[in-house]
């Protein structure tokens, strides 16, 4: 089944998110952080809508793809601490939606949209089947 990740995420993995980008290391702005902590459920969503345009992928460059929006969006990332915590908090919001570093489904596909699993699909799913069970046999007789 296909992730939706415009789904929000719970309460509390949205509290402990807002608390990690808050959190106060004793270096840098820590107003910046807090208010980018305030705009948690907007980091959220951006994070949701980048993965389902990606299909599921979270890697460098959508990493580079958030920080631009969040630039244009006026937000106070220039700072290389800021831009640090904000991409650590943002990948483990990815994370927590599902993400892998690879694309894993149909670009913007949801619960809804995905395609099912054609005959073509099932087929190819059986030939690998075969494939390992033989190579499983192979494997077992040299031991």
């Given at each position: ?24 290391d ?22 949701g ?53 690879v ?41």
């Amino acid at each position: 089944n296909p992730i939706d990740f415009l789904q929000p995420l719970p309460q509390h993995q949205m509290e402990d998110a807002a608390d990690l980008l808050s959190k106060s290391d004793g270096k840098g702005n820590n107003s910046t952080l807090q208010s980018l902590a305030g705009m948690i459920r907007d980091i959220e969503r951006m994070i949701g809508t980048i993965l389902n345009s990606h299909g599921g992928r979270w890697s460098q460059h959508e990493e580079e793809l958030f920080l631009r929006i969040a630039v244009r969006r006026g937000w106070p990332v220039e700072d290389e601490m800021t831009s640090t915590r904000l991409l650590l908090v943002a990948s483990r919001i990815a994370e927590a939606k599902g993400s892998r570093d690879v694309a894993f489904q149909e670009l913007g596909a949801t619960l809804v949209s995905a395609p099912k699993a054609g005959a073509e699909d099932s087929d190819a799913i059986a030939r690998i089947r075969a494939k390992m069970t033989e190579a499983e046999r192979i494997i077992a007789g040299l031991r």
